[in-house]
C-alpha cells in the first residue's frame, strides 16, 4: 500500500515546527489506514503539504526513525517499518523533558562514562577519541557548525563507548537527537559562540593518563559550560 494518494496533510505553523510535524506524521501513520512496508511520499511532496523546509521535516523522521517506527532507504525513500509504538517511549520522553532533567541526567551519565573510560581506555579507544577532537576543532575554525556538533557527539559517545559498558553506552546514544538539538541551539542564540575546547582537551588528557578524578573534574565542568 502506498500513502501518496491518501488525504493530504494540513500546513503546519512555523511555532514548534518539528513537534508540530511531528504528531502530524504520527497521526497518519498509526490512524489504521496503513501497514508496515508501506511508503510515505516523497521529501519535496511532504515539504509542500507540510508547508516545511527540508531540515525541519528531516528531523521529524529522523526521531521515528531512531523510534523504529520508520525506515529510510537511500535511493528507495521512506516507509513505515513498524507500527508498534508507545507514546511514553524513552527517546520520545526525552524530545519533551525539562531542559534541567536532562542536564542532572547528564551529569550523572558523563561522569560514570568518564570514569570508567579513565579506567578501561584501550589504545584503539584513544585513537578514535582524538580523531574525534581534532575534527571537533577543525571543523569549528572553518565555521562547518554541523560537522563541528557531529564531531563533538562522536568524541562523547566514544567516551561511552571506552567505558565497556554497553547499557551506559546505548543510553548514551538516546541522548543524541537531544544533544544535538541543544548544541544546535546554542549555536543559534549565541551571537559570539565560544567553544570549550580546552575543557574537552583536558578530559581527553586525563582519560588518556587514567587520572580517574580529573576526568571526573573535566567532565562536570563541560557541562556546566554548556
Same mark, same amino acid.
Given at each position: 500500500?502506498?500513502i501518496?494518494n491518501?488525504?493530504?496533510?494540513?500546513?503546519?505553523?512555523r511555532?514548534?515546527?518539528v513537534?508540530?510535524?511531528?504528531e502530524?506524521?504520527?497521526?497518519?501513520?498509526?490512524s489504521?489506514?496503513?501497514?508496515v512496508?508501506?511508503?510515505?511520499?516523497t521529501?519535496?511532496?511532504l515539504?509542500d503539504e507540510l508547508g516545511?523546509g527540508?531540515?525541519t521535516l528531516?528531523e521529524?523522521?529522523?526521531?521515528l526513525v531512531?523510534?523504529n517506527?520508520?525506515?529510510?532507504k537511500?535511493?528507495k525513500g521512506?516507509?513505515i517499518?513498524?507500527l508498534?509504538f508507545?507514546?511514553?517511549?524513552f527517546?520520545?520522553? @526525552?524530545q519533551?523533558a525539562?531542559?534541567?532533567?536532562i542536564?542532572e541526567?547528564?551529569?550523572m551519565?558523563?561522569l560514570?562514562v !568518564? /570514569? *570508567?573510560?579513565?579506567?578501561?581506555?584501550t589504545?584503539?579507544?584513544l585513537?578514535k577519541m582524538?580523531?574525534?577532537?581534532?575534527?571537533r576543532?577543525?571543523?569549528?575554525?572553518?565555521?562547518?557548525?554541523?560537522e563541528?556538533?557531529?564531531?563533538?557527539?562522536?568524541?562523547h559517545?566514544?567516551?561511552?563507548?571506552?567505558?565497556?559498558?554497553?547499557?551506559?553506552l546505548?543510553l548514551?546514544?538516546?541522548?543524541?537527537?537531544?544533544?544535538r538539538?541543544?548544541?544546535?541551539? @546554542?549555536?543559534l542564540?549565541?551571537?559570539d559562540?565560544k567553544d570549550n575546547s580546552i575543557?574537552?582537551?583536558?578530559?581527553?588528557t !586525563? /582519560? *588518556?593518563?587514567q587520572?580517574?578524578?580529573?576526568?571526573?573534574e573535566?567532565a562536570?565542568?563541560?557541562?556546566?559550560?554548556?
Amino acid at each position: 500500500m502506498n500513502i501518496n494518494n491518501k488525504q493530504s496533510f494540513s500546513k503546519v505553523p512555523r511555532r514548534k515546527l518539528v513537534d508540530e510535524v511531528l504528531e502530524q506524521l504520527q497521526h497518519k501513520i498509526f490512524s489504521g489506514q496503513y501497514q508496515v512496508g508501506d511508503q510515505l511520499p516523497t521529501e519535496p511532496q511532504l515539504m509542500d503539504e507540510l508547508g516545511v523546509g527540508r531540515s525541519t521535516l528531516r528531523e521529524a523522521v529522523k526521531i521515528l526513525v531512531h523510534a523504529n517506527i520508520l525506515e529510510v532507504k537511500q535511493g528507495k525513500g521512506t516507509r513505515i517499518k513498524s507500527l508498534n509504538f508507545t507514546q511514553d517511549s524513552f527517546e520520545v520522553r @526525552l524530545q519533551h523533558a525539562d531542559m534541567d532533567h536532562i542536564y542532572e541526567a547528564r551529569e550523572m551519565l558523563d561522569l560514570q562514562v !568518564a /570514569i *570508567l573510560a579513565a579506567n578501561r581506555r584501550t589504545q584503539e579507544d584513544l585513537l578514535k577519541m582524538k580523531g574525534h577532537l581534532d575534527k571537533r576543532k577543525k571543523e569549528l575554525e572553518k565555521g562547518n557548525y554541523a560537522e563541528y556538533i557531529d564531531a563533538d557527539i562522536k568524541f562523547h559517545l566514544s567516551i561511552a563507548e571506552a567505558s565497556k559498558n554497553m547499557v551506559l553506552l546505548d543510553l548514551y546514544q538516546s541522548f543524541v537527537p537531544i544533544l544535538r538539538h541543544t548544541l544546535s541551539q @546554542l549555536i543559534l542564540k549565541t551571537v559570539d559562540y565560544k567553544d570549550n575546547s580546552i575543557i574537552h582537551e583536558k578530559l581527553f588528557t !586525563a /582519560i *588518556l593518563n587514567q587520572d580517574i578524578e580529573k576526568a571526573k573534574e573535566y567532565a562536570i565542568q563541560n557541562l556546566e559550560l554548556k
